[in-house]
C-alpha cells in the first residue's frame, strides 16, 4: 500500500516543521504550504489523503480552506484543523466546514501522530456536506497585499481624531446607572483627516449617523467601515444607521469573511424579513463590502488588521496615517490564561501586543474584574489587569478601556479607572489611560 499523503497548511513556522518532522518520522509524504492559498493550491496538485489546517492564517482563514477543499469534491479527503482557538463555537464551526477533526495547540508528537493515524484508517467520510449553495454575493470584493482604496481626502487636513458612540459590549445597558459613560454597544468614528471611517456597528452608529446628516448636510457622505467581528453587539446598529438610505452616500464595510459565509450574507442575514423590515437591497447607498486578505490603502490610512482570540472569526484594526496610529482591539482573551502559559499560546500573545506596538491610541477592551474572569473564563473578553499589562507591554501612549460590561454602572466605571492609573503608576510608566465614553473625543 502507497504511503499516505499529508499536506501541513500552517503560517507558524515552527508548527509547520514540528508536524513535518513528527509525520515524515512514521513514513507519510508529507508537503507544507505557507498560508490558504499556497495550501489550496499546493492541495490541487500533490492530492493528499489528509490535510492538516490551522484556523488563523493570514489571507483566507482555515474555515474558508475547509469549505473549498469539500467544495472542490475530493470525498476522499481526511481534514484535521488545529488552531490555539479552543472555544466550542470554533470546533463546531470548523466541522460544519468540512474538518474531520478537531485538535487545539500545542500538540504532543504522539498526539498528532494518533489523531493522523485514527483519521488516515477511517472509511472515507461518506457524503460530507459540500460548503452552502452560493446565493449571489453582489456588493463583495475580496481585497488586500497592500492594495489601494481611492478615498477623496483633503491633504491639508492631517489630524487624527477618534470619537466613541458606543462603548458597552455585549448587549445595549441603557439607564440612570451608564449616563456618564454610555449604554450604546461598540462604535467608533475615527477622522483621519477628512477621510471617515467607522469602527464596528452597535447600536452608537444610531446617533453618529444622525451627527453626520447634520454635518454634511446636502452633501454625499463616503466612509470606510471597518466591522471587528459580527456578533450582535457590533452590527446591530447597521441597519439605523440613516445615511445608508440616502443614494448620494457611499460606504464600504470591511472586514474578513465569516466562518461559514460571506461578510454580505452575515449583513444581509440580519436585515432578512424575519428580523428587520428592510431587506439589505433596498439601502440607497452605494455599499460595498470588502473581504480582507491582508492589509490595505485607504486614502491616506494604512489599515492593518490581526486575528484575536474569540469565539468565531474576530480581528482588531491598526489605522495608521500622517505619523499617527491609532489600534483598537476588542474582543481578546488572552491565549495564556485560557489555555495555560505554552510557547505557542505565549507567542500568540506576543503577537497581540506587538500588533499594538507605539500605538498613540490603544482602544483595548477591559471587561471584567479578576474577581468576575474566573466566573467568564473561556468568553473570549480580557480583565482590567490584561488590558493594563498588554498596553505597557506594547509601549502605547494611551490606552482607552473599551467593551464595557453592562452590568458595570458608572460608579463601578470610576473605581476601575483608578485601578488601572493605579497599576500604572506602580509600574512607573508615563501611560494615559481612560475609559471609553459616549461622544467624548480625543484628537491627536
Ligand atoms: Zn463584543
Ligand atoms: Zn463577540
Not at 100 to 105: L, Y
Not at 351 to 357: G, I, L, W
Request: proline share 4%; charged share 25%.
Amino acid at each position: 500500500m502507497p504511503s499516505a499523503k499529508v499536506l501541513v497548511i500552517d503560517d507558524d513556522e515552527l508548527l509547520r516543521e514540528f508536524a513535518c518532522e513528527a509525520l515524515s518520522g512514521q513514513g507519510y509524504v508529507v508537503e507544507k504550504a505557507e498560508d490558504g492559498r499556497a495550501g489550496l493550491k499546493k492541495a490541487a496538485s500533490f492530492e493528499p489523503d489528509l490535510v492538516i489546517c490551522d484556523l488563523m492564517m493570514p489571507g483566507l482563514h482555515g474555515f474558508e480552506v475547509c469549505q473549498r477543499l469539500r467544495d472542490k469534491g475530493s470525498a476522499d479527503l481526511r481534514i484535521l484543523v488545529t488552531s490555539s482557538k479552543s472555544f466550542e463555537a470554533d470546533i463546531c464551526e470548523a466541522k460544519k466546514a468540512g474538518a474531520d477533526a478537531f485538535m487545539v495547540k500545542p500538540y504532543t508528537i504522539a498526539g498528532l501522530q494518533a489523531q493522523v493515524a485514527d483519521l488516515i484508517g477511517r472509511p472515507a467520510p461518506s457524503g460530507k456536506a459540500k460548503g452552502e449553495s452560493d446565493e449571489k454575493d453582489t456588493m463583495t470584493v475580496r481585497t488586500g497585499g497592500g492594495a489601494c482604496i481611492p478615498a477623496h481626502a483633503d491633504p491639508k487636513k492631517t489630524a487624527v481624531t477618534v470619537r466613541f458612540w458606543g462603548t458597552r459590549g455585549s448587549s445595549p445597558a441603557p439607564g440612570p446607572n451608564t449616563v456618564r459613560y454610555g449604554g450604546n454597544t461598540a462604535c467608533v468614528e475615527i477622522r483621519v483627516g477628512d477621510l471617515l471611517f467607522i469602527i464596528d456597528c452597535g447600536t452608537g452608529i444610531r446617533e453618529l449617523g444622525l451627527a453626520l446628516m447634520k454635518e454634511y448636510g446636502d452633501k454625499p457622505i463616503e466612509g470606510h467601515i471597518l466591522i471587528g467581528h459580527t456578533h450582535w453587539d457590533h452590527i446591530q446598529g447597521f441597519p439605523f444607521f440613516t445615511p445608508l438610505y440616502i443614494k448620494r452616500n457611499k460606504f464600504n464595510v470591511y472586514s474578513v469573511r465569516g466562518s461559514s459565509k460571506s461578510l454580505e450574507r452575515v449583513f444581509r442575514g440580519q436585515m432578512a424579513a424575519d428580523y428587520f423590515p428592510v431587506p439589505l437591497n433596498n439601502l440607497a447607498a452605494d455599499i460595498h463590502f470588502v473581504e480582507l486578505e491582508g492589509a490595505v490603502q485607504i486614502g491616506p490610512a494604512t489599515v492593518t488588521y490581526h486575528y484575536l482570540n474569540h469565539p468565531g472569526v474576530a480581528i482588531g484594526f491598526k489605522i495608521s496615517a500622517f505619523g499617527k496610529t491609532v489600534a483598537y482591539v476588542s474582543d481578546h482573551e488572552s491565549f495564556s490564561r485560557l489555555n495555560g502559559e505554552s510557547a505557542i499560546n505565549k507567542r500568540q500573545d506576543e503577537d497581540v501586543v506587538d500588533f499594538s506596538r507605539d500605538s498613540d491610541i490603544l482602544i483595548m477592551e477591559a471587561q471584567y474584574t479578576e474577581d468576575e474572569y474566573k466566573y467568564k473564563k473561556g468568553w473570549g473578553h480580557s480583565t482590567f489587569d490584561d488590558a493594563v499589562a498588554r498596553s505597557l507591554s506594547a509601549k502605547a501612549k494611551h490606552l482607552v478601556l473599551f467593551h464595557h460590561d453592562p452590568t458595570h454602572t458608572d460608579e463601578m466605571m470610576d473605581e476601575f479607572l483608578d485601578y488601572c492609573r493605579e497599576r500604572i503608576r506602580k509600574a512607573g510608566s508615563g501611560l494615559l489611560c481612560s475609559a471609553a465614553r459616549e461622544r467624548v473625543s480625543i484628537s491627536l
